[in-house]
Every structure is written in structure tokens, then in C-alpha cells.
């Protein structure tokens, strides 16, 4: 399983950014894919997933009505698309993946590399 996220960047306060994840080396309808995300000094945290199959989706209370997760078939790719954006967003993004729904929300067996995201006030 390969995964590899672009798209991290500074931005203001208020601003978007939108976060890709590129993909291969899995049977993707078998797996749940999503984000982690973590923060200068602290732990990592679960932001959101999506079954691919299926699309059903999840996301941290944190970031609900904010962030939207989704992902393309054909590219083989994931996005979260982040809107009014705080500075407790900056964080180092990863994506993620795994067989098990409970899993990807707590500690996912795939990570790729991360991605910074840094929001000013």
C-alpha cells in the first residue's frame, strides 16, 4: 500500500486549502482511507475517512462543517477540502488507510507521508 499526500501550505486565518492523496498497492473496495493530522506538541489525531466502496464518511467533531473528504475512482485519489480554517488547523496531515472502520479512526495500519498545513491569525 502506497499513499502520498500534497497539497499542505500556509494560509490566513479563514482561508481553504485542499489536500490530495494519491494511491496504489491495495484492492481499494476493501479498504477505508482518511486523514490524520498532528499538531506541534501533540499527539495525532484522526480528522476524517471515507470508505472507498461506499463513500460513507466520517469526520472529528473538530472539524465537522469544515472539512470534505471524498475521493475520485478513476485517479485513485483522495481529497479533503478544508474551509474557514483556524490555527489550531496547523498540523503536520497524513494520509491513511486501513481494512477496519475502527481502525482508520484510531490508529490506521497504512501512513503515508505527511504534509504540512500552517494557518496564521
Known amino acids: 500500500v502506497q499513499l502520498q499526500a500534497f497539497g499542505g501550505g500556509s494560509v490566513q486565518a479563514g482561508g481553504s486549502l485542499r489536500l490530495s492523496c494519491t494511491t496504489s498497492?491495495?484492492?481499494?473496495?476493501?479498504?477505508?482511507i482518511g486523514w490524520f493530522r498532528q499538531a506541534p506538541g501533540k499527539e495525532r489525531e484522526f480528522v476524517a475517512s471515507i470508505k472507498w466502496s461506499d463513500g460513507s464518511i466520517n469526520y472529528a467533531d473538530s472539524v465537522k462543517e469544515r472539512f470534505t473528504i471524498s475521493r475520485d475512482h478513476g485517479k485513485k485519489t483522495m481529497y479533503l477540502e478544508m474551509n474557514s480554517l483556524k490555527p489550531e488547523d496547523t498540523a503536520v496531515y497524513y494520509c491513511?488507510?486501513?481494512?477496519?472502520?475502527?481502525?482508520?479512526?484510531?490508529?490506521?495500519?497504512?501512513w503515508g507521508q505527511g504534509t504540512l498545513v500552517t494557518v496564521s491569525s
Open positions: 498497492g491495495f484492492t481499494f473496495d476493501d479498504y477505508y
Open positions: 491513511v488507510a486501513d481494512r477496519l472502520e475502527y481502525m482508520i479512526r484510531i490508529s490506521p495500519e497504512y
